[in-house]
């Protein structure tokens, strides 16, 4: 007998709790829906309305900066050492081939004149003595060594002009006033392409050598985009695909496309994507970071407007229509943004044939939670 009252307190006990579990689901289930009162429709002035089926254009997100080609960066030195006597040139600068960039002087130059001078006029005497040498050794009448050591000195003075000329030459000093006997104790420093000064690293007063950079030149034409793609995300990437580029550089967006991708893998496990601009701007600056939404393909589901969905806690909700005035909250997973619309994927199917509401969805989220929390 009293075996049989235990086991009973015992089974009234499970059912006890078993009702509690049940009313604790009913009551998480009740949470999520709402009712309104006639003066909460009116004053919400709720719209509802059917999910799309849409096409949206898949995009992916990436970041870079602009770049130009390398050939485009020039470094620009002196083609001999000397005094830099003046220069105008400063960053930003439009430069013009041809252009004089800086003016140097130095006592090195007159010599190399002078050399050449002397040397040239060597070379039309000894360039006789070498025929005439030559007609003697035809009769016989010279030795054969006298015809070859005139042959030498004239080919060894050859070469010495020419080399002379090849020095003038990348000095800008201009032989045929030379030949005239117009010295010239500077010379112009010209630019070897059109393009803007980057970098000035030289002043009036100041020597300079061969090898010392004294101006920086970008050419601005094929100035591109250098996107960096995740690892996982590479294979998404076509050549041809369009981009569309946007920096607090540019005044509005600009459209590119996919030109090449790299092969090989950074250490932050990214991609080169290389991408030439449709409309080439001089006003655009390489390093200028830019973010790109590049066009990957389409995307076929349900949408509904970005002001239908609400992001609450981690998660992102919609209300159904369930009757008059009674909508539910529903947790819904976000595929695709595009402007103004939002692809979703429902854990439920058939929820998509229902009526989500359009308008309202804060103030209805805002009633929720206070009815929870009371």
């Known amino acids: 007998m009293k075996n049989s009252s235990i086991l009973l307190l015992i089974l009234i006990s499970l059912g006890a709790c078993k009702q ?59 083609p001999l050492g000397g005094f830099v006597k003046s220069t105008n040139m400063l960053q930003g600068m439009k ?12 006592p090195d130059y007159i010599k190399l004149q002078q050399d050449y001078l002397e040397k040239r006029s060597q070379l039309a005497y000894l360039e006789a003595e070498y025929i005439r040498q030559e007609e003697l050794q035809q009769q016989n009448a010279n030795a054969l060594k006298t015809a070859q050591q005139a042959k030498a000195n004239y080919e060894g003075t050859k070469a010495m002009v020419a080399g002379l000329e090849a020095m003038l030459q990348l000095a800008h000093i201009s032989i045929p ?17 059109n393009g803007y ?28 985009a250098e996107l960096k793609i995740f690892e996982a995300d590479i294979s998404k990437i ?12 540019f005044q509005e967006s600009v459209l590119a496309n996919v030109f ?25 600056i390489p390093g200028s970071y830019v ?61 998509a044939d229902q009526k989500f509401v359009i308008k309202g969805v804060f103030q209805l989220l805002g009633l929720l939670k206070n009815t929870g929390d009371e």
Request: proline residues 4%; negative net charge.
């Open 95 to 106: 430069i013009k081939k041809g252009e004089v960039l800086a003016i140097l002087e130095h």
């Open 197 to 224: 000064i980057t970098k000035v690293m030289v002043n009036a007063g100041r020597y300079v050598q061969e090898t010392e950079v004294l101006f920086e030149l970008v050419n601005m034409e094929h100035i591109h």
């Open 238 to 249: 076509k050549e041809g695909q369009k981009v569309m580029l946007s920096s607090p550089a």
């Open 260 to 284: 090449l991708i790299g092969k090989s893998i950074g250490e932050d496990r990214t991609i080169q994507v290389h991408c030439h601009l449709v409309k080439e701007d001089e006003s655009f």
């Open 20 to 78: 509690e579990i049940q009313l604790a689901e009913e009551k998480t289930v009740v949470q999520n829906v709402l009712q309104l009162t006639p003066a909460q429709a009116v004053s919400l002035k709720i719209e509802v309305g059917k999910a799309d089926s849409t096409i949206l254009k898949e995009s992916l997100e990436a970041r870079g900066q602009l770049d130009v080609p390398p050939q485009n960066i020039v470094s620009i030195m002196a």
């Open 177 to 193: 006033a030379l030949q005239q006997g117009n010295i010239q104790p500077t010379i112009k420093l010209l630019a070897p392409s």
């Open 291 to 351: 973010t790109a939404t590049i066009d990957v393909g389409q995307r076929s589901g349900i949408t509904l407007p970005a002001e239908a969905i609400i992001h609450y806690e981690g998660k992102d909700y919609a209300f159904i229509e369930l009757g008059p005035d009674r909508y539910q909250a529903i947790v819904l997973t976000i595929v695709e943004n595009s402007q103004d619309k939002v692809m979703i994927s429902l854990a439920d199917k058939n929820q």
